[in-house]
């Protein structure tokens, strides 16, 4: 299955637009990310290959769901095949996102195909506040829910929790796949 890689134009351009309506430096936003100014400056300046972690402390330092640094504007009517969509892959384990919609500024939610193998857990750090995290095993087993009381799931388990608070993911077979909605504040 191929998917493709990020948009990162797309990236470059979200991550100066939410910088500017934020009103923040990029000094200033790196630090609130914690992120290096140079790979920020390199994010903005459409080159570099942000993981899945970069792009999610620098969306909780501007205040803005993930989704709205990296979905492109969508048409009336959208398709996403299996095997296309962008997948942002993640530097902790072998785990990948892929945003299938996002919440417009009427909804706001957001909804994402997780891909996950076993091996190392991904450990999220606190979303946007208010953020509660809506997930559905469709295939394999899975580890998840907040840091300090993962649940473990089978296909077809449902489970909600806070996303505002630390949070991990961690695939207990080959192949697991789960059906993410981020739910986020007005």
Request: charged residues 25%; hydrophobic residues 40%; without cysteine.
């Amino acid at each position: 299955m191929q998917r493709t890689a990020p948009p990162i134009a797309h990236i470059a351009a979200a991550l100066r637009r939410e910088r500017e309506r934020a009103g923040v430096s990029l000094t200033e936003l790196a630090r609130r990310a914690g992120v290096a100014k140079s790979t920020l400056s390199q994010l903005e300046s459409g080159t570099g290959n942000p993981s899945v972690e970069t792009l999610w402390s620098l969306a909780v330092a501007l205040g803005v769901p993930f989704s709205r640094l990296v979905e492109p504007p969508t048409p009336a009517v959208r398709v996403v095949r299996a095997g296309e969509g962008a997948r942002i892959p993640s530097e902790q384990a072998d785990f990948a996102g892929i945003l299938l919609s996002a919440g417009s500024l009427h909804a706001r939610r957001d909804l994402y195909l997780m891909e996950m193998e076993p091996g190392a857990e991904r450990h999220a750090e606190a979303h946007i506040p208010g953020s509660v995290e809506h997930l559905v095993v469709a295939r394999g087993r899975l580890r998840t829910g907040p840091a300090d009381d993962p649940v473990d799931l089978e296909p077809g388990d449902y489970i909600a929790f806070a996303g505002d608070q630390p949070h991990v993911y961690g695939a207990l077979e080959p192949g697991t796949l789960a059906v993410l909605v981020m739910e986020h504040p007005r």
